[in-house]
């Protein structure tokens, strides 16, 4: 029940906070190149979010396993470890999607 609370609470927590951060690194072009995102700006997008997604999940496995911190200190962290990851290629997978992306026209230009 504890797991499951923690899944939702997640789910639920970092579905809206994604979105919002997707909408604000949406402003920067730091680390775009031909209108996609370079392995560098994916890298950085991974750590910036995984520090706010640890400090989430920290926080919400604290208050559902009722104030154990070395309990919930250990959820976040192989949380942000696997999830850094998957984020990463998670990030290139999207780099070379065309989906939702203007290919520039000397009109445009």
């Not at 911190?69 to 962290?77: F, L, S």
């Amino acid at each position: 029940a504890a797991a499951a609370a923690i899944v939702g609470w997640d789910l639920c927590s970092k579905s809206v906070t994604m979105f919002i951060g997707e909408r604000i690194w949406n402003k920067f072009d730091w680390g775009k190149e031909k209108g996609a995102d370079s392995s560098k700006r994916s890298l950085a997008k991974a750590i910036a979010w995984r520090i706010f997604a640890a400090c989430n999940t920290f926080v919400g496995a604290t208050l559902l396993s009722k104030g154990k911190a070395g309990v919930a200190g250990k959820i976040a962290g192989s949380d942000s470890v696997v999830k850094t990851i998957l984020f990463y290629y998670y990030e290139r997978l999207w780099a070379v999607i065309a989906w939702g992306k203007y290919q520039e026209t000397e009109e445009t230009a």
